[in-house]
């Protein structure tokens, strides 16, 4: 304000005296102008801010959760589910959008992509997780009861705290049945070896009848065994031993009859895949000292019967020429000795995989230079969480294991000067607190074909342990461990073209992902080669994909592919020169929605009274919009949150000022004074 009023003041004193063809009133209208235009200014300066307070009204919220699996439709009421329940569905939340917001929760992206599992559980979990914030009145779900993954969702429905409302659906009669209830096998086995198939059969309401079992390969019988079903309610266990004769995807079916009236014979078979492998790939394990990592990494490593794992703690033995496909070291070397055994390791080329701890010499790690140098390290550490790099091209982790390293615990990593590693070579970067840094995390080198991966700090074990708490297995982190090995280990590939998919064997409800590479002269990747797969069905029915490069590779996603054999043909064009590649894949059939279809109707009963809520058939829809209307604790709540902004970011006040200034020189210019 003084700023304005001296300013002001110079501007107009001589005028104020009577020096000038305006009135005096006038000349103190000017003044006050210029008083105005440049005390604002000047205050703009200071950068003020102005607060805005915002109410809004939220209403009570209810939840919609309509199953959208297959036994939906597999049961006495599919009908009513394909051609009237949306309709219900939709008159339900006109009649309740009045007073709630209606929320509908969906398994899947459609309502006409029915799943191939269920999981009631996942509905509290996003409630939970991605609505937690909200005014939660109630949950309604419209189901017939089964599920087959996550955990029971009457017990997650009373830790919810939410009155759930349930709308049965489905055939609660009990029939007869002999059903394969679960057949499972050895993901991998190697050619020559005996491997289980382990078979559970249950019976329902079939006593009296004599229960066979047989097992097929390639249209043969190869395993049969009958037993009697002695009670209404039958189990029957039995392991089948078999020889892998046969290298590649092997496909057994499991075969149950007995029984001549079964109301559902969808599920007497079940089928089980084995890859029978000519070789193994051997792993060394080698830790300075005791430590949960070590036995984190070897439960995830011995949880593929492709590894041949050996452990080795404090003491190890000579390492022979090409005895070992890649070697772990954890916090080595720690002394003299290890370090000569690490050296001794990279002048036999043996892949080294290393884990940084607080035992490990640093000093000693930066000479054998294996790994890039961390330099200016006293002996200090950080807690570092995982942050990862989308750049990465080594290998694709898969998309749950990337969400899976974002929620991760810190590992402790050593402090100082990281030299940083090709950017396409770490899998992820340290983030200390909330700052992301470019310092690696776990990262990969290559020196004229020696490979080595490191982990820049220690603590995995506790990634292992957050995941099984979470989750209730170990499936990422085992498959992090996995992928990191199957890089080091594999022998150097010279091939200019390459192509493969991602695994040998899917589920139906899985993607087929194809990845190719294609070099040239100086094995450089180059990207513009047109590269082009033919995947055939063993049906006869064909398909063609075009592959996009991106992140030093070709790629192409494919889903929806039905049961069956597959093989492929992979093309690349490029310099005038075509390359192929071939290949072949499995599509398993996703039984679980066949293998139970008498509704649940008990579950969702236990659910609603537990939880305050009421049980409905699919009939009670109107009573069920009058409950949801008549809960006494679903009220509206006020919220209120304070907004700021810049006032120089204000608009108006820049077309005031420019009106005042612009009054002013009128007058002045009209009175002759400019």
């Not at 939340?93 to 309502?111: H, N, T």
């Not at 050619?191 to 066979?212: D, H, T």
Request: hydrophobic share 40%.
């Amino acid at each position: 304000m003084v700023v304005g009023l001296v300013y002001a003041w110079a501007l107009y004193r001589k005028w104020a005296r009577g020096n000038s063809n305006i009135a005096a009133w006038m000349v103190y209208l000017l003044s006050g102008l210029r008083f105005v235009v440049v005390t604002t200014l000047a205050l703009l300066v200071l950068n003020p801010l102005l607060k805005y307070l915002q109410r809004t009204i939220e209403k009570p919220v209810v939840f919609l959760a309509v199953d959208a699996s297959e036994s939906m439709v597999l049961g006495k009421d599919s009908a009513y589910v394909t051609q009237q329940l949306r309709q219900d569905v939709e008159t339900f939340k006109e009649r309740v959008k009045g007073k709630f917001e209606v929320i509908e929760l969906s398994q899947s992206a459609s309502p006409e992509a029915y799943t191939k599992t269920t999981n009631l559980a996942r509905y509290f979990n996003d409630i939970e997780s991605v609505h937690a914030d909200r005014n939660s009145s109630a949950l309604v779900m419209v189901t017939d009861g089964i599920y087959n993954q996550g955990m029971n969702p009457s017990y997650k429905a009373q830790r919810q705290k939410l009155p759930v409302f349930t709308v049965g659906l489905g055939d609660t009669t009990v029939y007869s049945d002999l059903l394969v209830y679960s057949a499972k096998t050895n993901a991998i086995t190697f050619l020559g070896n005996e491997f289980p198939i382990e078979v559970v059969v249950n019976g329902v309401k079939a006593e009296g009848s004599n229960a066979r079992i047989s097992l097929w390969h390639e249209g043969k019988q190869v395993g049969k065994v009958e037993t009697e079903v002695r009670s209404d309610r039958f189990s029957f266990k039995h392991r089948f031993m078999v020889s892998a004769d046969k290298v590649g995807v092997q496909r057994y079916q499991i075969r149950v009859d007995g029984l001549g009236n079964e109301a559902n014979k969808i599920n007497n078979t079940k089928a089980v895949f084995t890859e029978v492998l000519d070789a193994q790939q051997k792993v060394l394990l080698l830790a300075h000292a005791p430590h949960p990592d070590v036995a984190a990494l070897r439960s995830a490593i011995e949880s593929n019967d492709q590894y041949e794992l050996t452990v080795e703690v404090g003491a190890f033995s000579p390492v022979k020429q090409e005895e070992y496909d890649l070697v772990i070291a954890h916090q080595l070397p720690a002394n003299s000795s290890e370090y000569n055994l690490m050296q001794r390791l990279k002048e036999l080329n043996v892949p080294v995989w290393a884990v940084i701890g607080n035992s490990t010499r640093i000093d000693q790690l930066n000479r054998l230079q294996i790994v890039k140098q961390i330099k200016e390290h006293q002996n200090n550490y950080n807690r570092s969480l995982a942050n990862l790099n989308t750049t990465f091209s080594l290998f694709a982790p898969e998309d749950e294991v990337s969400e899976y390293l974002a929620d991760l615990p810190p590992l402790i990593v050593p402090f100082g000067q990281y030299e940083k590693p090709i950017a396409k070579n770490v899998l992820a970067y340290q983030k200390i607190g909330s700052v992301s840094t470019d310092m690696p995390l776990w990262y990969f080198t290559n020196n004229d074909g020696y490979k080595t991966g490191i982990i820049c700090g220690e603590g995995v074990w506790r990634w292992r342990m957050y995941e099984r708490e979470k989750t209730d297995d170990q499936l990422n982190f085992n498959r992090l461990v996995q992928q990191t090995i199957q890089y080091l280990a594999l022998k150097e590939d010279k091939r200019r073209f390459r192509a493969a998919t991602n695994a040998t064997s899917y589920f139906e409800n899985e993607r087929v992902e194809f990845v190719a590479q294609v070099y040239n002269e100086s094995y450089e990747f180059t990207p513009e080669a047109d590269v082009n797969v033919t995947i055939n069905h063993d049906d006869g029915t064909s398909y063609e994909y075009h592959l996009t490069p991106g992140n030093e590779r070709y790629t192409h996603s494919v889903s929806s592919l039905p049961e069956g054999d597959y093989t492929y043909v992979v093309s690349s064009q490029f310099a005038g020169k075509q390359s192929t590649s071939i290949g072949k894949f499995t599509i398993k059939p996703m039984q679980f929605e066949r293998n139970q279809l008498t509704a649940n109707d008990k579950l969702l009963k236990q659910m609603a009274a537990e939880t305050g809520g009421r049980y409905f058939e699919k009939e009670g829809w109107n009573s069920l919009a009058e409950e949801v209307m008549a809960l006494p604790n679903a009220v509206a709540i006020s919220k209120s949150s304070n907004r700021f902004n810049e006032l120089i970011n204000q608009k108006w006040l820049f077309f005031v000022l420019l009106s005042l200034l612009s009054i002013e020189w009128f007058v002045r210019r009209w009175s002759g004074e400019y």
